[in-house]
């Protein structure tokens, strides 16, 4: 049988062919492509050789500390990208400075832990600045304001630190992404520890912070706590920011409570409980921390927080037994000249996240970033090994729990914890779908 000869090519073929051979060559993609149009602030934030990044750091409020803390992370892990350091690169895989070869920028806006203000601020470097990518919080009602705006606007954003089940729960976004632990996983690794070591017939007084994040870590401790055998006695809700916490303190010493649980964060977590010592409520009840920012142990000394449990999510001493924590703990105390707390930590791991995402799929269109995320492949990280889930954009992480040291045991000043329990994600995660998260269009 004879075979038929090569098919006939039009001239119309043949110069679209030649065009996307020398597009291929320079290491482009063809712009005409249906599945890469413009969307979000791609391409125009990447037309130059840098690209933007659009942070909101608290420098004022109840939370200026761990702001402060989260962006010299940032600003460390940026610098380590246009350096091209071993430690980020160990991580993002890329292996130009910058990534894909883009000189990473930043501006930062104080939030002070307002939602309309990060929500402002962000929405200016969007439009302003062209920002590939917006990120921090230490709020969570900032968390999931910044989200919500990504979402409208199709920029990714990453929350900084945020505990509300809500952020990567009914509030969850498709352009939002959380690396933290947070309210649910923090009580589900937080409450057998508990149970163990401080028995299951405590009587417990909340006093908590009356918004999203305050509210989210009371109904899971109290979900966890109480299937343990322990009973809610009171739950004392303030405002964020208060300065006076003496009725609600009063409150709990009259109710009979043996366990004070403060879910108060930064400074409300530093004034609540050096009143709470002047008060003598600490030597009536046992004190817990269920979601415990490191500064606070230097705030209120060790005297106080001996004994006191909680969760956090890193500890500078994981350097112990990881080489990248102890390489980061290395590089950010040789910057700054102390321990990094969490804040940074969160910072760094999430920036170096995102560029791996970028690196991986070869462009800083969001839509093709975000699936990148959504593989949820594995990645050896500052805290072992991580993963993204692609149902509701949360990182599958360690959670680790700490008892506060006695003076005498301190190694050194910064020495204020141990680690008693280090708790794998898998194990602590919610059912996918229970915390009522709904990722809505990549468009």
């Not at 409570?257 to 409300?268: M, S, Y």
């Not at 994981?318 to 910072?347: S, T």
């Not at 999430?350 to 690196?359: D, I, K, W």
């Amino acid at each position: 049988m004879m075979q038929s000869g090569p098919k006939s090519i039009s001239r119309r073929t043949l110069l679209n062919t030649g065009a996307m051979v020398g597009v291929a060559a320079a290491g482009l993609r063809p712009a005409w492509a249906a599945d890469e149009a413009p969307i979000g602030t791609w391409p125009a934030g990447t037309q130059d050789d840098s690209v933007f990044f659009g942070l909101g750091c608290e420098s004022t409020g109840p939370y200026s500390a761990q702001g402060g803390d989260m962006l010299k992370g940032y600003e460390l892990a940026i610098k380590h990208l246009n350096e091209n350091n071993g430690l980020i690169r160990s991580i993002t895989g890329g292996s130009k400075p910058g990534i894909l070869g883009k000189k990473v920028i930043y501006k930062n806006a104080d939030t002070a832990s307002n939602p309309n203000n990060a929500v402002q601020a962000f929405s200016r470097f969007i439009s302003q600045n062209k920002a590939i990518m917006i990120a921090g919080s230490v709020s969570s009602a900032v968390a999931i304001a910044a989200q919500k705006l990504a979402d409208r606007e199709k920029v990714i954003y990453l929350a900084g630190i945020s505990g509300s089940n809500e952020t990567t729960g009914a509030d969850c976004q498709r352009y939002g992404f959380r690396a933290c632990h947070f309210a649910y996983t923090a009580a589900a690794a937080l409450a057998p520890v508990l149970a163990k070591e401080l028995g299951t017939t405590r009587k417990v007084a909340y006093l908590v912070p009356d918004y999203t994040y305050g509210r989210t870590v009371l109904a899971s401790m109290k979900k966890f706590t109480e299937a343990k055998g322990w009973k809610t006695v009171t739950e004392q809700l303030c405002p964020l920011g208060s300065t006076d916490f003496s009725s609600y303190l009063l409150n709990m010493m009259a109710s009979g409570a043996d366990t004070l649980v403060n879910i108060c964060f930064g400074a409300d977590a530093v004034n609540s409980t050096k009143q709470a010592a002047q008060f003598g409520a600490l030597k009536q009840m046992k004190l817990v921390m269920p979601y415990n920012a490191p500064f606070f142990a230097n705030e209120v000394g060790p005297e106080i927080m001996e004994g006191v449990y909680g969760t956090t999510e890193f500890w500078w001493t994981l350097e112990d037994h990881n080489d990248k924590a102890k390489q980061f703990v290395a590089e950010f105390e040789k910057a700054y000249n102390y321990k990094p707390e969490w804040g940074a930590h969160i910072a760094y791991l999430q920036t170096a996240l995102y560029a791996r995402n970028v690196e991986k799929a070869g462009t800083f269109r969001p839509i093709e970033v975000i699936k990148e995320y959504e593989k949820g492949e594995k990645v050896d990280t500052t805290i072992g090994e991580v993963f993204w889930r692609a149902s509701d954009h949360q990182l599958v992480r360690p959670v680790y729990v700490i008892k506060g040291k006695a003076k005498k045991d301190m190694k050194s000043k910064d020495d204020y914890y141990d680690i008693v329990a280090t708790v794998p994600g898998e194990q602590v995660m919610p059912p996918e779908g229970e915390l009522g998260c709904k990722l809505g269009s990549y468009t």
